[in-house]
């Protein structure tokens, strides 16, 4: 398994600032993962963090949005710029080991709401 | 398109009972698929995870079933118990990335 965490657990925004989410692995991954879950609905995968290179982002989410970073093998971060108050949500971390039958852990999340 | 459906949305039932929560998926060229636990408020536990080769997965009271040819997959929880009233997502993976279903909310009543 991989213990997980997440910095800040919540935090409430105004809009138009940014914020940046730290995610932290207790034992180095290979894969780490952003997430978003918006109220009331289901995880939609942001991006995949690669180690010393761009991340890979989803259809419908752009680097100049959600920029990521990943500078080692356990940790990453996401920030979400410019925010509005349809970016409240919850943002997850999750990773994977090669190996591990793609498994994926996840982090407990930072709960985001922008006024 | 790559999606997850999970039925039903919503499901209470009474302490003790036997149930099954249904995920069906388009695309049978999976990978894996995971069944995960969600707390309010809370990230996500992994409880069973089935590989694209493997028919079934079991922990404790869990058992997960996965057909690939018809795209379904079944999470049977037996006896349950008022602490198993929370979220439970179904994802499917294509290759590294997840697809999740949209939950079913599980209320087990005392």
């Known amino acids: 398994s991989a213990v997980i965490s997440q910095k800040p657990s919540r935090d409430i925004c105004q809009r138009g600032t940014s914020l940046t989410i730290q995610c932290q692995v207790d034992?180095?991954?290979?894969?780490m993962f952003w997430y978003r879950q918006q109220p009331g609905q289901s995880l939609t995968l942001i991006a995949t963090?690669?180690?010393?290179?761009?991340?890979?982002?989803e259809s419908g989410f752009v680097i100049d949005k959600f920029p990521i970073s990943r500078p080692n093998l356990t940790f990453s971060t996401l920030t979400v710029s410019n925010m509005s108050p349809e970016d409240s949500s919850i943002y997850l971390c999750?990773?994977?080991?090669?190996?591990?039958?793609?498994?994926?852990?996840f982090g407990p999340g930072t709960r985001l709401t922008v006024t | 398109k790559q999606e997850v459906t999970q039925i039903p949305a919503a499901l209470s039932v009474p302490e003790g009972e036997n149930l099954v929560l249904n995920c069906s998926f388009t695309?049978?060229?999976?990978?894996?698929l995971q069944w995960f636990r969600q707390d309010p408020g809370k990230g996500l536990t992994s409880l069973l995870l089935?590989?694209?080769?493997?028919r079934e997965q079991t922990s404790g009271r869990l058992n997960a079933s996965l057909d690939k040819s018809s795209g379904r997959s079944t999470l049977y929880i037996a006896a349950s118990q008022p602490g198993d009233s929370a979220t439970y997502l179904c994802?499917?993976?294509?290759?590294?990335?997840?697809?999740f279903g949209a939950g079913t909310i599980l209320r087990v009543k005392s």
């Open positions: 999750s990773v994977a080991r090669q190996g591990s039958s793609g498994k994926q852990y």
């Open positions: 034992s180095q991954v290979t894969m």
């Open positions: 963090a690669n180690q010393g290179s761009e991340a890979t982002y």
């Open positions: 695309d049978s060229a999976i990978y894996n």
């Open positions: 089935i590989q694209s080769s493997q």
């Open positions: 994802a499917v993976s294509w290759g590294n990335k997840l697809v």
